[in-house]
Nanobody, 121 residues
Framework: QVQLVESGGGLVKAGDSLRLSCLASGRGFSFTAMGWFRQAPGKDREFVGGINRSGSSVYYADSMKGRITISRDNAKNMMDLQIHSLKAEDTAVYYC??????????????WGQGTQVTVSS
């Protein structure tokens, strides 16, 4: 099984860019689809995007397209989320996840503890 730890969150200004990282430990990272979710206060957890096992296919939520990039480095057991043009609405806890299908939010089954992103204007 894979254990996941997010990092890179913090307090940022609207319009800035931020890179979040997810470090995986355990066996099977390169054989597991990965993804990002976020949860704002009082809101349901939202699918941000996913990336397949090899990194050849990436899927983004419509609400985030054009502002984010998801990538992975299987040699480092790492996945990144880059967010550009940050908005106050991006304020949320961001979670790294492992699953079966990168394009299917319901297929994700393992989660990190989350990292807080707070965007001020």
């Amino acid at each position: 099984q894979v254990q996941l730890v997010e990092s890179g969150g913090g307090l940022v200004k609207a319009g800035d860019s931020l890179r979040l990282s997810c470090l995986a430990s355990g066996r099977g990272f390169s054989f597991t689809a990965m993804g990002w979710f976020r949860q704002a206060p009082g809101k349901d957890r939202e699918f941000v995007g996913g990336i397949n096992r090899s990194g050849s296919s990436v899927y983004y939520a419509d609400s985030m397209k054009g502002r984010i990039t998801i990538s992975r480095d299987n040699a480092k057991n790492m996945m990144d989320l880059q967010i550009h043009s940050l908005k106050a609405e991006d304020t949320a806890v961001y979670y790294c996840a492992a699953g079966l299908l990168a394009e299917s939010a319901k297929s994700f089954h393992s989660w990190g503890q989350g990292t807080q992103v707070t965007v001020s204007s």
